[in-house]
């Protein structure tokens, strides 16, 4: 039976939590503020720990919480990048989708497990609320299940836990970590404008948060019977919704439903997604599987990327010194959209960083390569969309100084002419 406890003051994890024990908790917005916070303070009394951290936007994983905790992520995520500037995160290079199976198999260590659940319901099942991802995988593995169970978060559509498998319940009734939508500039709209030509109606979309999907996404109000199979969602979903464009009408499997992995948006999205059956939260087993991928048409999926050379390497990673992403559920995301039929694979990114001084297409990466050249189909910048698929490495060339800044493309010609001469 598991302690139930209503005041943090109470919480003493040295119960529970001892010197060595390698912690993973929800990712997100789904992030168990009051346990990190609980953790961060009574860490130098438990003695050395870890943690594992998929992304974080709740702003508690600062240089001096790293300096009691040792922490690691799949990448800089959010308020992660601050971390690695400093030095203090170690990065676990992984798709997403890898994680509950390394968890699974002890190659992310998980002792114990942190987690954020809604209250109840009569069968003393608690929603995971925010998050489908990993979690099942943690909770199974840890020797230890400490739920932070909040009565704001909502009771989703999806994977549940039992009460009798928490070891200690901690009752708290506080906001979940938000992310405010992101302003939309005019290259953001410009960018859109490309991307969104890639959408017809009946397409099941994949795509992530933040100012180019949701501008992608205010453009689609005219369309009819989208569907929805994606590792996460933002606000703008509740828009599409409401207007009666998104009705996952078409869609060969979860015929009317919207699948998703996290909920990373405000109170009006979990408001909406509370007891919402035409919403279904998964783990990435499910999301991000390729055999399920396989099975939609008309897959379009939208990411991004920091730079893109000119074969069509992607790198959504690292600028020289500076870990700034990850790899995220990309790759899965991009193989599923190319071969999907009638679908697309879309890497949208501005032409050029640093307030217009640096391309963004780029002879050669300054970073790791996130997606294979092999894999890419489509390249979206401000100036235009290139299609890469099926396209010689010359022709790749081409296409991309096309979309490139005007101010860089004389360069990147002198740059690719011997490409341009061989052939590849």
């Known amino acids: 039976m598991s302690v139930v406890i209503s005041d943090a003051a109470q919480l003493d994890l040295r119960r529970y939590i001892k010197a060595g024990d390698r912690i993973v908790w929800g990712q997100a917005c ?4 009051t346990l990190i916070e609980t953790l961060i303070a009574q860490a130098d009394a ?27 992520s799949m990448g800089a995520i959010g308020t992660l990048r601050t971390l690695t500037a400093a030095g203090k995160l170690a990065v676990v290079p992984c798709h997403v989708s890898q994680i509950g199976p390394m968890i699974e198999q002890g ?6 497990a942190f987690v954020q659940l809604s209250p109840a319901d009569a069968d003393g099942n608690h929603s995971y609320g925010l998050i489908g991802d990993y979690v099942e995988a943690m909770v199974s593995k840890a020797r230890v299940v400490i739920a932070e169970v909040n009565d704001q978060v909502p009771f989703t559509n999806g994977p549940t836990l039992h009460a009798s498998r928490i070891h200690c319940a901690l009752q708290v ?4 970590v938000e992310v405010a939508a992101a302003k939309i500039a005019d290259t953001d709209e410009a960018i859109a404008k490309f991307a969104a030509a890639y959408i017809e109606d009946g397409a099941v979309l994949q795509t992530g948060v933040g100012a180019v999907p949701d501008a992608i996404l ?43 992995g996290a909920f990373i948006g405000t109170r009006r999205l979990y408001d909406f997604a509370h007891r919402n059956n035409s919403i279904r939260m998964c783990s990435t087993a499910y999301t ?46 991009v193989r599923a959209g190319a071969r999907s039929r009638g679908g697309h694979s879309i890497i949208a990114l501005s032409a050029t960083a640093k307030g217009g001084s640096l391309s963004k297409i780029v002879t050669a990466l300054s970073g790791p390569v996130t997606t294979a050249r092999s894999d890419v189909d489509i390249i979206v ?17 081409r296409r991309l100084i096309a979309i490139a800044h005007p101010n860089f493309r004389e360069e990147l010609e002198r740059a690719a002419h011997p490409i341009l001469q061989r052939g590849f």
């Open 46 to 72: 438990i003695g050395n720990v870890s943690a594992f951290a998929g992304t974080s936007f709740s702003k508690l994983l600062t240089v001096e919480a790293a300096s009691k905790i040792s922490l690691s």
């Open 218 to 260: 205010r453009l689609l109000l005219d369309r009819r019977d989208l569907g929805v199979h994606s590792g996460m969602l933002g606000d703008g979903l509740v828009d599409l919704v409401q207007a009666g464009v998104i009705t996952n009408a078409r869609k060969a499997i979860d015929t009317g439903v919207s699948i998703n």
């Open 107 to 112: 190659l992310i260590g998980c002792d114990v």
């Open 381 to 397: 910048t401000e100036f235009g969309a290139a299609e890469l698929k099926g396209q010689s490495l010359a022709e790749r060339a």
């Open 173 to 176: 009734s506080r906001p979940p």
């Open 30 to 33: 789904a992030e168990p503020t």
């Open 288 to 333: 991000h599987d390729a055999a399920v991928l396989a099975q939609l048409d008309r897959l379009v999926t939208i990411n991004s990327a920091l730079e893109v050379d000119l074969s069509g390497q992607v790198n959504a990673e690292q600028s020289g010194n500076a870990y700034l992403g990850g790899t995220g559920g990309q790759v899965d995301f």
